[in-house]
């Protein structure tokens, strides 16, 4: 299938509702606890903290010319459904916001492009979760989500986007440089924040054990 079929089909009534769908169904997977039971609060609060990264993510503090950007924290309020609930959770529900960022902006080349740059590079936020037990694991998680997802963008972009790159540059030095220009600011902003110990413990209260 061309990308501009796929293209098409995301922007038309039916791809939207379909992936609208889509992210239900893996947010009711998120209410799933270890134990196998369903926890609606987990599903409500998961809700709002997409929620909250989705506005975040308007509050662009720069834009790149080919996609990214820097935001107002969201990757960590994706990241936050990892740390307070689980990895599990964390990457179903980066998943998930990452349909819904392609109902809301779609940029369609390729099938794979689009599960990597959609919901494997948000779902893999959810990975910095796996160290939600360490003692600085809020800080080392996150930026463990980051990196995640920076390595999933980094690939895409050596496999899609290498045609866009700079002069002297190659396609994987082009990757590698022009998507951490965008996340790694965010990301050093975000942790200066988290060495606060009054903001990391406001989290803390919420945090399934």
């Known amino acids: 299938m061309s990308g501009e079929v796929l293209q098409s089909f995301f922007e038309s009534a039916v791809g939207q509702v379909t992936t609208v769908v889509v992210i239900f169904l893996l947010l009711v ?36 010319p080919q996609g990214g950007s820097v935001t107002a924290f969201s990757m960590f309020a994706i990241f936050l459904v990892s740390y ?4 599990r959770q964390g ?20 099938p794979i492009q689009i599960f990597m740059d959609y919901p494997l590079a948000f779902g893999a936020i959810g990975l910095g979760g796996l160290l939600r037990e360490n003692k600085q694991g809020m800080i080392l998680g996150y930026l463990a989500g980051v990196l995640g997802r920076y390595a999933v963008v980094v690939i895409s972009g050596i496999i899609f986007w290498g045609m866009y790159a700079a002069e002297g540059f190659n396609a994987v030095t082009w990757s590698f440089f022009y998507n951490m220009t965008y996340m790694l600011p965010e990301a050093v902003a975000t942790v200066a924040i988290l060495m606060i110990p009054s903001i990391r413990n406001l989290f803390e209260k919420f945090k399934i054990k």
Not at 36 to 57: G, H, Q
Not at 84 to 87: I, K, T
Not at 93 to 101: H, K, T, V
């Open 29 to 64: 997977a998120v209410m799933r606890t270890n134990e196998k039971k369903n926890d609606i609060s987990i599903l409500v609060k998961t809700s709002i903290l997409l929620a909250v990264a989705f506005v975040l993510n308007h509050i662009t503090l720069y834009r790149m």
């Open 84 to 87: 307070l609930f689980g990895p």
């Open 91 to 110: 990457i179903l529900a980066g998943m998930a916001y990452g349909l819904l960022d392609l109902v809301i902006n779609p940029y369609v080349v390729h």
